[in-house]
């Protein structure tokens, strides 16, 4: 059996172009195993996974997978703060992020 190793690099770049081409949910593999590379180097490459998470988030909410969305967002957030402090601007575009999943899911529990 033949192995090919590939890149964080590669698999964004594999992720983007399904996610362009209205097949998010098949984008969502690939980039959770980008995630899981950066997150397994000697040193980890955070801030990368942290944007990356951030993203897959977005997808998530879009495909109404809420908890996962959130998941992803608070551990965005958790890297974010730990790296920039609080008052950064990604922090606040993932609090931001959080905000509008917290009103979809209100008001879907609301209808």
Do not use: W
């Amino acid at each position: 059996m033949r192995f090919q190793t590939i890149s964080y690099a590669e698999l964004t770049k594999h992720a983007s172009k399904r996610l362009h081409s209205d097949r998010e949910a098949a984008a969502l593999p690939l980039y959770e195993d980008a995630i899981a590379i950066l997150e397994s180097l000697d040193p980890p490459k955070s801030l990368s996974a942290a944007n990356l998470r951030n993203n897959v988030a977005m997808i998530y909410k879009g495909l109404a997978r809420f908890e996962d969305a959130e998941a992803h967002y608070i551990k965005a957030l958790a890297v974010f703060e730990h790296e920039y402090g609080q008052n950064s601007e990604d922090v606040a575009a993932v609090y931001n992020n959080l905000g509008s999943y917290s009103t979809i899911t209100c008001l879907t529990v609301i209808i």
